[in-house]
């Protein structure tokens, strides 16, 4: 089978699993995730928004076997880059497959991750998902539960918009005007959740301008707690 007829395969397999969103969607190895993940020697990956896997393929490469890999996206995407990974060898994946329901998305499985794990998990977290406010806000706050201190969190596509993407335009899928407002079409919903939430949080350092960000600290370390302990409360302190 030649690449062009195995894509068409994978486009048709996409556009009967999910009419919400757009099937036929090429995306590159994002060669900057890859280059400060080594530059940082994280270990342990996530990626939210794997696509076909490019960036997650170079990542496996580079881990060598080490490591875990954390694979975030629908089903069939988890499904078809788990494969890709194991095809060539590397078997340190963990997928995390989402349905194709209008308002589901990694942020269920993530909570699953929280209720089941009370220590940091990944390095490193690449959020290249849904690139929309209602969803990958609240990654943010989840992934930055589970990320440990010294561990990096990556957003792509800063300056994109829904309205000028060439696969989410209104325009080429309708879908889009159905499901978000005129203002949150032209606004750059990546870009309102790194201004808002990211650079504004005194416990994430930036690491390169509008993409990369460093977590020196965890939610609450430093500060007093505000509730009494139990013991404190008993002896009326
Ligand atoms: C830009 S692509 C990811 C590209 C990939 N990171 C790479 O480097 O090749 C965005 C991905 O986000 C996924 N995505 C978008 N909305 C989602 C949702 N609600 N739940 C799960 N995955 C979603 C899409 O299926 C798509 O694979």
């Not at 393929?57 to 890999?69: F, N, S, T, V, Y």
């Not at 309708?174 to 990211?198: C, M, N, S």
């Not at 977590?215 to 609450?220: F, L, M, P, V």
Request: a negative charge; hydrophobic letters at 40%; charged letters at 25%.
């Amino acid at each position: 089978m030649t690449a062009d007829s195995e894509l068409t395969k994978v486009f048709d397999m996409r556009a009967n699993a999910n009419e919400n969103y757009p099937s036929r969607l090429i995306t590159n190895i994002n060669t900057q995730t890859v280059e400060t993940f080594v530059r940082f020697n994280c270990q342990r990956y996530a990626e939210f928004g794997v696509n076909l896997g490019s960036t997650a393929l170079e990542i496996a490469r580079h881990l060598g076997g080490k490591g875990e890999i954390y694979l975030f996206d629908f089903q069939y995407n988890v499904d078809y880059v788990d494969e890709l990974l194991r095809a060539n060898g590397f078997t340190n994946v963990r997928k995390f497959g989402s349905s194709t329901k209008l308002l589901d998305s990694y942020n269920w499985p993530l909570s699953n991750l929280i209720k089941d794990n009370s220590e940091p998990l990944f390095d490193y977290c690449f959020i290249d998902g849904a690139h929309v406010w209602n969803i990958d806000a609240l990654t943010f706050f989840l992934a930055d539960r589970l990320l440990a201190v010294g561990g990096l969190v990556d957003f792509d596509d800063y300056d994109w918009s829904l309205g000028t993407s060439p696969t989410l335009a209104p325009n080429i899928f309708p879908r889009t005007a159905e499901f978000y407002t005129d203002e949150q079409i032209a606004d750059q919903q990546v870009k309102r959740v790194v201004d808002l939430l990211v650079k504004t949080s005194p416990r994430y350092e930036v690491v390169i301008e509008n993409k990369i960000y460093r977590k020196i600290a965890h939610d609450g370390a430093g500060q007093k707690t505000l509730r009494p302990s139990l013991w404190q409360r008993l002896l009326g302190r």
